[in-house]
Each structure stands twice: as structure tokens, then as C-alpha cells.
T-cell receptor, first 117, second 120 residues
Framework: AQKVTQAQTEISVVEKEDVTLDCVYETRDTTYYLFWYKQPPSGELVFLIR??????QNEISGRYSWNFQKSTSSFNFTITASQVVDSAVYFC??????????????FGQGTELSVKP | DTEVTQTPKHLVMGMTNKKSLKCEQH?????MYWYKQKAKKPPELMFV???????INESVPSRFSPECPNSSLLNLHLHALQPEDSALYLC???????????????????FGPGTRLLVL
């Protein structure tokens, strides 16, 4: 069965601190795709990154970085020098293809990040 | 442009009302999705349309009726809802994958801002 676990329900940091959001996944597939989304209080899910399982290079985008480790089935997300605008719920998701039907995302439970000034 | 629009932003309806939620995208995507999200929970997939055909129905009650009039539009018709149906309804779109495709789901889904529905 495919599953995504985000063990941290809530994290609270002070502005300018670094913070890491954990994501652990389970899948029997040898190749797969992982995603991170941000959901601010307004409600819209904002796409952050997509990573395929055969590319283990870490990714950096400004203050955001992602650490993918296939050996531990983890795809962690780090925000460097956090800002109040980073306050949101962050979801990690695993792509699942259902043959002859279509694709779907398996979401983790989400981590609510609160960045205080 | 990665914009998906949804109307209305907020909706209050009684249990006997009929209403519709609308979703639109102009990215040329051929897959569109409806999700339901309760507070403090991840989105739950309801329906998937692929090339304007319903491809996935996650055992959603018949009081929710999806419709895909064309490749840019997706509707969700609501009838005789229950208070527990109150939630944020999110629409998403992605590039399509043809029926019979094996392999891995790799298409990025882009979400709209959602409709906050309250059923009284």
C-alpha cells in the first residue's frame, strides 16, 4: 500500500530560524513521484516541487531546499531563515497511477507551520 | 500561467437547495479533479475527469454530481446535502494521461482557491 507520513502535526518557530518538515513515504514502486504543496490560510494549495525517484540530487530554490533520500524513504523540506509569510500548512504527497483510470495524489496529514515575528 | 479559478468563493445552502460549483482552467490541461477538504485534514479526492470523461469516482454519494462540459470547465452539482458536507471544495487540473497508461503518476496538479461550503 502507498502511504505518506508527516509526523509533525504543528511546528512553531521564531522568524529567521531554520525549520525542517519531515516526510516519510511507503511504496512498492521502483519509480515514483513526490510532491510538496503549501496551503496558506486563504485555502489554495500552492505547488512547490515535484521530484522523481531516480533523481536523488537535492534541490534548492531560494530559501527552500529539499532532501530526498531513497534509502530512508524520506523527502524532507527545509526553510532557511523563515519568515512570517511562510506560515501555512505544508503537504507532502506521493503520485499514484491507477491503470486505465488516471492518477491521484496520496497526501500526508500535513504539517502546520507557524512563524512568529 | 498556472491559474485555476473557482466560483463562488463562499456558499451557504440549505439541505433542500440545489447549487453548483464551477471550476475553469486555460492551461490546456486534460485532467481535472474535485477534492473535498475538512478542517485540519488533507484534501480527499472525489472525482477525476480525464479527456472530458469521468475516470475516477471515489465512492462519492450521489448528492454530488460532477460534470465536465468541455476541457476547460468542471462543475460540481450539489443537491440535498447534509451538514457534514460542509467543507472546502478544491478543484485542480493537470496534463492528462491516456487511458491504459501504466507507469507512474507524474503530472503536477494545480489547484484553485476553493469554495468554502456551509450546509445548514
Amino acid at each position: 500500500a502507498q502511504k505518506v507520513t508527516q509526523a509533525q502535526t504543528e511546528i512553531s518557530v521564531v522568524e529567521k530560524e531554520d525549520v525542517t518538515l519531515d516526510c516519510v513515504y511507503e511504496t512498492r514502486d521502483t519509480t515514483y513521484y513526490l510532491f510538496w504543496y503549501k496551503q496558506p490560510p486563504s485555502g489554495e494549495l500552492v505547488f512547490l516541487i515535484r521530484r522523481n525517484s531516480f533523481d536523488e540530487q537535492n534541490e534548492i530554490s531560494g530559501r527552500y531546499s529539499w532532501n530526498f533520500q531513497k534509502s530512508t524513504s524520506s523527502f524532507n523540506f527545509t526553510i532557511t531563515a523563515s519568515q512570517v509569510v511562510d506560515s501555512a500548512v505544508y503537504f507532502c504527497a506521493l503520485g499514484k497511477m491507477i491503470y486505465n483510470q488516471g492518477g491521484k495524489l496520496i497526501f500526508g496529514q500535513g504539517t502546520e507551520l507557524s512563524v512568529k515575528p | 500561467d498556472t491559474e485555476v479559478t473557482q466560483t463562488p468563493k463562499h456558499l451557504v445552502m440549505g439541505m433542500t437547495n440545489k447549487k453548483s460549483l464551477k471550476c475553469e482552467q486555460h492551461m490546456g490541461h486534460r485532467a481535472m479533479y474535485w477534492y473535498k477538504q475538512k478542517a485540519k485534514k488533507p484534501p480527499e479526492l472525489m472525482f477525476v475527469y480525464s479527456y472530458e470523461k469521468l475516470s475516477i469516482n471515489e465512492s462519492v454519494p450521489s448528492r454530488f454530481s460532477p460534470e465536465c462540459p468541455n476541457s476547460s470547465l468542471l462543475n460540481l452539482h450539489l443537491h440535498a446535502l447534509q451538514p457534514e458536507d460542509s467543507a472546502l471544495y478544491l478543484c485542480a487540473s493537470s496534463q492528462g494521461e491516456r487511458a491504459g497508461t501504466s507507469g507512474r503518476f507524474r503530472k503536477t496538479q494545480y489547484f484553485g482557491p476553493g469554495t468554502r461550503l456551509l450546509v445548514l
